[in-house]
């Protein structure tokens, strides 16, 4: 083990680190399905580094891919030129894309991350609205519970409470209901039945505010990380049915569920419910280099093309696009197409949702919701400390060699795709006796 070095300088605001300062983990290496932990220790990464690492870490086509970029191409601007790894990105995500065959959200924009995306998505939903004569709307809906990063749109559309109390919103924001009933979420394996009741929560804000004040809703399709989330059957294809009756741009944050997490390249296609806007980032690179980007319908880019009442928008970020992301992209798909992942969850669904309903009957556990190679365990909330439990949870996994993460009394699973079902069965009992131990 090496010496640890000093935690002072650096500083993560707020509770995202606060709990790691009084009792570190480092993690020193990865390869494949495995962090390496400064004490020389193993652990199986149960959650993809933080829900991105889809191929699994120190692929050395990536890697290979990174070094020749930079020693040919390390930088250039994407504002008036261009360069050629950046079109064939582009070229190469549009033949995936989001959306049916014909239908397919082929126009991409280049980030740095989820929370560029998010904006970005929103910006090009108001844009939009302006662009075909309908600039009264510029109200955005979200969902409770909802996550969508941490720039002032996200922050505005999310459902993170702590953040909406303390920073100015965008003006007009709302939010549908997460859910009517959280009993009949329990224990789903796979979707509940109660979708088309749940989405008609768009209906009652469009009466509320006139549909004509409203530009967009956006939601994730799975809300991943505050608690995985799955919607009940039908609610995705009313959301879309309620928008498109109503002139509302629909949006999916597909910053997890993107890039094959479900069984299939995106969650558009794995519910065959088509948005106009989808927001990607994380997966895109492997979690390599930093990068997002949002897929727009032909529609909104040709709209947005010919320019709102004339005005000139200036939308953009000096790494849009940036050449060795784009490199660290294509060797990405390389991989995700040779090695069928982007379908893989599909296979090992089944296994993964037996693996993890299994623990239902443990002590303390109140919900199990899984869906593709996605998992959320539920616990009851310790009234005392709120928390508390799934943070014993996570602290006794990773001392025996799992890494899971935990948001509040929820603990999810995320592991890259290439993972075995052996390792889906370690995880679960890895987990399993951890909750038994939690008190
Ligand atoms: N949207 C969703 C659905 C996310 O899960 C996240 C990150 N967890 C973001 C946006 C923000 O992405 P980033 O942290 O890269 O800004």
Redesign the pocket.
């Known amino acids: 083990p090496r010496n640890a070095p000093s935690l002072d300088a650096f500083w993560m605001p707020f509770t995202a680190n606060r709990q790691f300062k009084a009792a570190p983990r480092l993690l020193v290496s990865a390869e494949g399905m495995h962090y390496r932990a400064d004490d020389g220790r193993t652990v199986l990464d149960g959650t993809a580094g933080?829900?991105c690492v889809n191929a699994g870490h120190g692929r050395q086509g990536i890697a290979a891919a990174v070094e020749r970029q930079l020693g040919t191409l390390d930088f250039a601007p994407t504002f008036q030129m261009g360069h050629p790894i950046a079109f064939e990105f582009a070229e190469r995500l549009a033949a995936i894309a989001p959306g049916p065959d014909g239908g397919k959200l082929d126009r991409v924009f280049f980030t740095g991350?989820?929370?560029?995306?998010?904006d970005t998505a929103l910006k090009i939903a108001l844009a939009y609205q302006r662009a075909i004569g309908q600039g009264t709307r510029t109200r955005l809906i979200g969902r409770e519970r909802g996550?969508?990063?941490?720039g002032f749109g996200?922050i505005s559309v999310g459902g993170i409470l702590a953040n909406r109390r303390v920073f100015p919103q965008l003006p007009g924001t709302d939010h549908l209901r997460h859910t009517h009933d959280p009993a009949r979420n329990a224990f789903t394996k796979g979707q509940p039945a109660h979708g088309m009741e749940l989405a008609d929560d768009l209906e009652r804000l469009v009466a509320l505010h006139g549909a004509e004040t409203i530009a967009a809703c956006i939601v994730?399709p799975v809300?991943?990380?505050t608690g995985v989330l799955i919607p009940p059957t039908g609610y995705l294809e009313r959301l879309r049915e309620i928008c498109t009756r109503h002139g509302i741009l629909l949006i999916f944050?597909?910053?997890?569920t993107g890039f094959g997490r479900l069984g299939a390249p995106f969650a558009t296609d794995f519910f065959g419910v088509t948005p106009d806007l989808v927001?990607t980032?994380?997966g895109l690179t492997n979690g390599t280099i930093?990068m997002?980007a949002v897929f727009a319908s032909r529609a909104v880019h040709d709209a947005l093309m010919q320019g709102p009442d004339g005005i000139e928008l200036f939308h953009g970020y000096t790494y849009s696009g940036h050449p060795v992301a784009c490199a660290a992209g294509l060797a990405t798909l390389d991989i995700y197409g040779q090695e069928g992942l982007l379908t893989r969850a599909a296979d090992l669904s089944e296994d993964w949702a037996a693996a993890f309903h299994d623990l239902r009957g443990r002590k303390g556990v109140t919900d199990i919701r899984t869906l593709g190679l996605i998992a959320g365990i539920e616990l009851a909330s310790r009234p005392d400390a709120p928390g508390k439990r799934a943070y014993d949870v996570f602290v006794d996994c990773f001392a025996r060699g799992l890494l899971i993460r935990v948001t509040g009394d929820i603990i999810a699973l995320s592991p890259p795709l290439i993972v075995t079902r052996d390792q889906i069965g370690e995880m679960a009992e890895t987990l399993g006796a951890a909750i038994d131990r939690a008190a």
């Open positions: 933080l829900w991350s989820g929370s560029e995306s998010v996550y969508h990063g941490v996200g994730e809300a991943g990380s944050d597909e910053v997890i927001t980032a994380k930093p997002g």
